[in-house]
């Protein structure tokens, strides 16, 4: 769960009926010591396939050209307003020249989530570069030195806060006062990532790669308050990200997947497995690719993935099965998730060098 929701929670509407009100205690319960002690950013389920927002290192590392990529995610509708997040991607690499296989990545993200009854919003728009220095071109490994560095909004809609004082004997009215002291309904930042990678491939025909990396996100840590406060600052959010993909046969494929997150006293690590299928092959491209898998976020969730990409376009459904404290309010129920993902190559026409990327 986000940890920003709690204003939307603590500030909400009164819910009716004592089921909604166990509910909304059961949420203050499992989110208040986050909410006082971290701000924890938006994660994603499948998390594998985000690079800018993991670690700015990954940006551009895959086979094909370009990616062009869009999330969409809701959580916790059988509790509250839903949290939704929508988000889209591009990245692309080029090589450095003929004559090395060095080659430079640059990516563009930007999202939109909204969280609670009063709209609390995020909107970001983060560009990236990244540079990949060849080790050893037998195995086709890279050292990749990642920076992004972008706009982060947070806003709220004040309109549809309520607050205790206008209750009257058990009577809501928004002509009543509030009382309160509402603080700036936005606040805008500045933000610096950095990140460091490194993948090889081993085995025969180089079948099996390695990622792993580190990348650490609000390095300059922006001022994080509603009131302006300069002593309030955005936590320093600390990544490893590590993968391993092997081929089984000509047309299987595993993918183990993990990552981990650190943010002030907010962790969260997640791992999993995705088994691909192929299904006929035109040239080096499969012309159809099935997958399924199972993740895990710690405390938090199960989480299967099904994926079906035909040649160049691929789509993929995610349920986060709720198994923390929450369980009971949510019956379980977390968020689903879908992103769908378009890759390519460019014309030969004016490419000098091809580069040559991990397969994940």
Known sequence: MKTLGLPQIR?????????????????????????????????FSQFYEESILRNPALTGVFSDDYKLGLYYRSQWSSITNPYVTALFSAETHFSVSRTTDDFFSVGLLGYSDKAGSIDQRITTFYPAVNFNKSINSAHNSYLSFGFT?????????PSKATFNNQYIDGSYSPAN???????????????????????????????????????????????????????????MRLN?????????????????????????????????ALVNVASGTSNVQETLVLSGGLFYRVGDAIIPVVKVRYQRVAMAFSYDVNISTL?????????SE?????????????ITRKTVCPKF
């Open 11 to 43: 500030n909400g509407r009164a819910p009716h009926g004592f089921g909604k009100l166990l509910r909304s205690l059961l949420i203050l319960c499992a989110v208040l010591p986050k909410v006082l002690y971290a701000q924890a950013d938006v994660h």
């Open 149 to 157: 560095g972008g706009y982060v909004q947070y806003s709220f809609d």
């Open 177 to 235: 006062p509030s009382l309160e002291n509402l603080p700036n309904a936005k606040m805008d930042m500045w933000d610096l990532g950095a990140g460091i990678n490194f993948n090889t491939s081993t085995g025969e025909d180089n079948k099996t790669t390695y990622i792993i990396g580190f990348s650490a996100y609000h390095v300059t840590q922006p001022k994080f308050s509603y009131y302006s406060n300069s002593h309030v600052t955005e936590n």
């Open 240 to 272: 490893a990200n590590g993968a391993i993909g092997m081929a089984i046969n000509e047309n299987v494929n595993l993918q183990l997947q993990a990552n981990y997150a650190i943010q002030g006293t907010y962790t969260e690590a997640l791992a999993g």
């Open 327 to 335: 369980k009971d309010a949510s019956n379980m129920q977390g968020g």
């Open 338 to 350: 879908f992103t769908l993902f378009l890759t390519g190559n460019y014309t030969d026409k004016g």
